[in-house]
């Protein structure tokens, strides 16, 4: 009779030790690095956004090198980085600069933004981030694509296709870890 209290004890430890364990995996997975950069980059986005395209395009690997050239964070072409830091401004930009994460950042945002300008949704900006500018000109052109020019029923590289799921899928993941930490 006296150790029927342990048993409400023991699934209460087990159970905040599954939650503690699960919230450890989920913060070691889904980190949220460079997070006031994010903000002050965002633009037109979401910091949510942000961090899916950092996640999806890195796993938030500073260093990270993709076997067609992209550097850093948000996997930046050397040529798309040195336009980009001509549009910015930037005029001492140097190459190895793009291995910096607030630089980067800022000009993976920037380059979203400006291709979200262009093509006038996420998903059409996110599909040119991925897949080229000129790609994603071809697919609105093409009625077997688009049906109205202007969106895209129909990504036919099955790698954006799969980026973008991606991105959306670590996207709402990061708006339940922003919301409760209690930093979104």
Not at 39 to 49: V, Y
Not at 50 to 67: G, K, P, Y
Not at 126 to 150: C, F, H, I, M, T
Request: charged share 20%; proline share 5%.
């Amino acid at each position: 009779m006296r150790k029927k209290w342990l048993i409400p004890i023991f699934i209460f430890i087990l159970i905040f030790l599954i939650c503690t364990a699960f919230a450890m995996a989920v913060y070691i997975r889904y980190p949220v690095r460079h997070l006031d950069t994010i903000r002050e980059n965002a633009g037109e986005f979401e910091p949510t956004f942000i961090l899916a395209v950092i996640m999806t395009e890195s796993s938030f690997n500073e260093q990270a090198r993709s076997h067609r050239g992209e550097q850093g964070l948000m996997q930046l072409m050397p040529q798309t980085a040195e336009d980009i830091a001509g549009r910015m401004g930037m005029t001492d930009f140097q190459p190895e600069d793009v291995w910096q994460p607030e630089i980067n950042i800022a000009m993976g945002c920037f380059y979203l933004n400006r291709l979200h300008t262009l093509f006038g949704c996420p998903e059409l900006a996110l599909a040119a981030y991925n897949g080229g500018q000129g790609n994603v000109r071809e697919w609105l052109s093409n009625p077997e694509y688009s049906r109205d020019g202007k969106s895209l029923n129909h990504i036919p590289f099955p790698e954006t296709r799969n980026y973008l799921e991606r991105v959306k899928s670590n996207q709402r993941i990061y708006e339940i870890i922003l919301k409760v930490t209690g930093r979104s």
